[in-house]
Nanobody
């Protein structure tokens, strides 16, 4: 079990970029799947991106080509680089590993 703390959210104009970070309290080396989820107001939480221990990545269709998930096992940190942001990307973003969740970080994209 690890504690996860997200950071990097904020308010940005459409077309802008943000980089989210998720710092883990312990080693993530042995964690196979690490994920970013998001939840917009009135909507269900959705899986945005996944990265495996080996570096394989998958994305939901709406963010493909704009978002990049990465991890640093040395720093015990998960990242989400978000480019070409759209108003529909507005949500609280959560990192997840196994059964552990961070508290979330708000991303707001203005039009």
């Amino acid at each position: 079990q690890v504690q996860l703390v997200e950071s990097g959210g904020g308010l940005v104009q459409a077309g802008g970029s943000l980089r989210l970070s998720c710092a883990a309290s312990g080693s993530i080396f042995s964690i196979n799947y690490m994920n970013w989820y998001r939840q917009a107001p009135g909507k269900q939480r959705e899986l945005v991106a996944t990265i495996t221990r080996g570096g394989s990545t998958t994305y939901t269709d709406s963010v493909k080509g704009r978002f990049t998930i990465s991890r640093s096992n040395a720093k015990n940190t998960l990242y989400l680089q978000m480019n070409s942001l759209k108003p529909e990307d507005t949500a609280v973003y959560y990192c997840n590993a196994r059964n552990d969740w961070g508290q979330g970080t708000q991303v707001t994209v203005s039009s």
